[in-house]
C-alpha cells in the first residue's frame, strides 16, 4: 500500500474469465507502452495493453504531487516519429509539468486511437510461458485473461514506489500518500502541519510548491543532494514556432548525447584551462536552464577524478550562497558523495524554501526515523506532530515493477528468483527460459521517448522478423546472457553511478540485491549494439 487514503483506479474490467488472444501483450500505457502499440499495429500484429490505471501516461499519470515535471526539455521530450504530430503540439513550457505531459500523451493517444488497444483498470498479476503452446498467458488481478506469444512489460523504471517499512506506519491518524499515488483530486494541505520524508528529485520539486501553504512544513532529509536550478519558462508563439523548424537538429543533437538529451559535453577537460577560465565557464552554465549545467560542461566533470571534484565543490558553494541560516546551508551541502553519483535534482526556489520561517529541516542520518506514531513522526531524539505524512521515499526502481508480477517462463521458474543477485539479462530486453519475453526497461534509461523510440523499433522488428523468417520464438543463449551480465558488472565499475547507494544499484531498498539495474554503456553505444545484433541475423539469441 502506497498510500493511507482511498486506493484508486483498481476497479477492474473485462473480468468475464474468458481468455482474449492477441499476438502480443504490452503490460503499461506510459511513454514507452503507447508507442509499442503504434509499432505493432503498423508492422499488422494484433495487440492489446494492459493498464492498472483509467488513463495513460504510466508516471504522468500515476505522479499528481505538486510541481512534478520533468528536466527535459520539453521539445526533446515529445515522440519523434511523426512528423504531424511534431507540427501539431505546441508546448507551453521549456519543461512541461505533469498536466501538460498527461495531456500531451492522451493527445498522441486520441491521434493514433490507441486507446481502443488498450485495457485499463486492470492490475496485472502474473505472465506464465506456456510451453506447449508458445503463448504467453497474462492474468489480472480482477480475472481478465490475455494470452499472446510475445509479451512486452513496458511497466516503467520508476514506477513501484518504495514506502520504508517503518514500525506503526498505519497507526498514523493522519492523512499520508507516497508522491507517486497522489490523489487524482489533490490533497488538502492548507493551514496543516505536513511532514516530506525524502530529499531526491521528487520532494525537491515537491517542497517549494506546498510550503508556502501549509501552517508548518518538516523535511526529513537522511542525505543531502546536489540540486542545481531548472530555469524553466514559458515558450511563446514565436519560440514555438522556430523550435518546430529545429525538430530535425534537437533529435541529431539527442541521438549522439550519452543519454539522449539536448546537451553535448565540451571536448576539454576542466583541469586543462585556468581556474579563473573554468569558473567562468561553470557560472555561464549556471546560468542556464537545464542539464546543460554537467552535460555541456567539460568532458571530464561526470567522471571520477579531479575535475568532478572541482565541480562538485563549486555546487556546494552555490548552496551556502542560497541558504541564510549557515547551520542550515550546512545540512543542505552533500558530504557523503560527489556531484553526479546521484542524480542531480533541478530545482525551483528548493533551497530558499528554507528561508521560510514555516520549514524546519530534520537530520535523520544523525537522528533516524525510530517510528510513525498516531501522531507523526518519532526520531531517535525528537518527536513531530503532523496533520499530513508525505513520502517522498523513491522507488523499487527498474526491476521492481517487473518483479512485482509473477513472471514464470519455461520450466516455472519465477524471473523474481532468477534475479534474485540482479538482473540477468542479455541487453537488457530478453532473458534465458522467457522466450518472446521482453524486458524493456533496463534498457531504457536517459531522456525517455527518445531511448523508448529505437528501443521499441529494434523490439517489433524482432517480432516481425521472428514471425517473417517461419520462426516461432526468440531467446538468447545462455553465453550471450553471461557476457552481458559480465559486462554491465565490470564495466559498470567505471561509472560514477555504481559509486554511492542510489536507485541505480538499488541500494536505496532494504535487500536488494546490489547491482547495476541498467547498461554501463550511452544510449547511441546501445542503440549500435542492438543495430549489429540484429544485423548479424540476431547473434546471441537462439530461434526456434
Ligand atoms: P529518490 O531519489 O530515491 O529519493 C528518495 C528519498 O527518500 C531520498 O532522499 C532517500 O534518502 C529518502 N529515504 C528513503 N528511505 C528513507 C528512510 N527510511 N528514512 C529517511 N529517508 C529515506 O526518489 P525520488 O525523489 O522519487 O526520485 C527518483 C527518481 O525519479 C529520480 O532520481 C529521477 O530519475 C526521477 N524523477 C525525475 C524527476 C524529473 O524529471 N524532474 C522528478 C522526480 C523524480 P537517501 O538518499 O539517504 O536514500
Known sequence: MVNGQQQTDSSGAGADGKIQEFDAIVIGSGVTGLYALYRLRKLGFSARGIDEASGVGGTWYWNRYPGCRF????YSYGYSFSEELLQEWDWKEHFAGQPETERYLNYVADKFDLRKDI?????????????????????????SKFKGQFLITAVGILSAGYV???????DFKGTWTHTSRWPKDGMDLKGKRVGVIGTGATAVQLIPMIAPEVAHLTVFQRTANYCAPLRNGPIDEETMKEIKTRYPEIFRICNETAGSFM??????????VSPEERLDYYEKLWAKPGFGKWLANF???????????????????????????PVVAEML?????????KRVPCETGYYDTYNRKNVSLIDVRQAPIEKITANGVKTADAEYDLDVIIYATGYDAVTGALLNIDIYGEDGILLRDKFVDGPRTYMGVSSVGYPNLFTVNAASVGNFPRAAEPLMDWVTDCMAYVRDNGYTRIAPTLEAEDA????????????????????????NIPGKARA????????????????????NGYEGFELI
Not at 299 to 325: Q, S, T
Not at 333 to 341: I, L, S
Not at 484 to 493: A, F, L, S, T, Y
Open 71 to 74: 528536466d527535459s526539455e520539453s
Open 119 to 143: 485495457q485499463f483498470n486492470t492490475r496485472v498479476k502474473s505472465a506464465t510461458y506456456i510451453e506447449k503452446e508458445n503463448r504467453w498467458l497474462v492474468e489480472g488481478t480482477d480475472g
Open 164 to 170: 520504508p517499512d517503518f514500525e506503526g506506519i498505519n
Open 263 to 272: 546537451h553535448e559535453f565540451d571536448p576539454r577537460s576542466a583541469m586543462s
Open 299 to 325: 568532458k571530464d566533470v561526470m567522471l571520477p577524478g579531479p575535475a568532478n571534484e572541482d565541480y562538485a565543490e563549486f555546487v556546494k558553494n552555490k548552496i551556502r550562497e542560497r541558504v541564510h541560516d
Open 333 to 341: 551541502v552533500p558530504k557523503d558523495h560527489t556531484f553526479g553519483a
Open 484 to 507: 552481458w551480465v559480465k559486462h554491465v558488472n565490470e564495466d559498470g565499475e567505471n561509472i560514477l553511478r555504481t559509486k554511492t547507494t542510489s536507485w541505480f544499484v538499488g541500494a
Open 516 to 535: 547495476l539495474l541498467t547498461a554501463p554503456d550511452t544510449a547511441p553505444v546501445m542503440r549500435a549494439k542492438r543495430l549489429e545484433v540484429s544485423a
